[in-house]
């Protein structure tokens, strides 16, 4: 079973979530989560309509993979970041129900 969470980062500066991702990439931050054992995903997105809000994609093989990751170091250079640029966070979680095709693929362009 595989875990996603939709991080939404949101400041009331303007670009202060923007610089926050890139200080996440440029500091070699995101590099390290990337590489933690169970990562399956972890990547910044921007909302066309809300310059104000960075979108994080965190997928994980397990919950035992994601809570390592709770534990690790790079939680308090991430939160020392939020505090930073003043970010304030809404999130969503996902949980796999199954691995296996679904009716859903008829819908896809690939």
Not at 21 to 38: L, P, V
């Amino acid at each position: 079973m595989s875990i996603s969470v939709n991080i939404y980062y949101t400041s009331k500066k303007e670009g202060n979530a923007l610089l926050f991702a890139k200080e996440m990439e440029q500091s070699g931050i995101a590099d390290k989560i990337r590489a933690q054992e169970g990562n399956l995903r972890y990547e910044y997105f921007i909302p066309i309509d809300d310059k104000n809000t960075v979108l994080l994609i965190d997928s994980w093989k397990s919950q035992q993979a994601l809570d390592i990751h709770h534990a690790s170091p790079m939680m308090a250079q991430i939160a020392a970041l939020r505090e930073k640029y003043d970010l304030h966070m809404k999130f969503e979680r996902y949980e796999a129900i199954s691995e296996t095709k679904n009716d859903d693929e008829k819908y896809i362009r690939k």
